[in-house]
């Protein structure tokens, strides 16, 4: 009787304790996502490449179309973003030998 006794003791008492280890876990993981969101909105971390291989992917026009990648469009595209012209629409770019054309 002893044995069942604990382990009935054992059962109810994990009864209580672990959905509240769950919901604990679930607002701390929640809270360190809000805490990461928050952070990158600085313009400067969003546009921080440092630690990417490649540039990202450039979308193109209004609507945001996602062609094959290109390395020449995504650097263009980056560069585009850290200029002035950052709230522009990527279309295309024209390389002439010392300048680059960007339309937007």
Known sequence: FEGFAKGIGKGLLGLLVKPVIGTTDFLTDTLIGVKGAVESTDSASYLNVHN?????????????????????DASAATIQARSCL????????????KKVALMS
Do not use: F, N, T
Request: zero cysteines.
């Open 52 to 72: 990417q291989i490649r540039p990202r992917r450039a979308l193109y026009g209004r609507d945001r179309v996602i062609r094959p990648y290109r390395i020449d």
């Open 86 to 97: 950052g709230g522009e629409e990527y279309y295309a770019h024209v390389d002439m030998v």
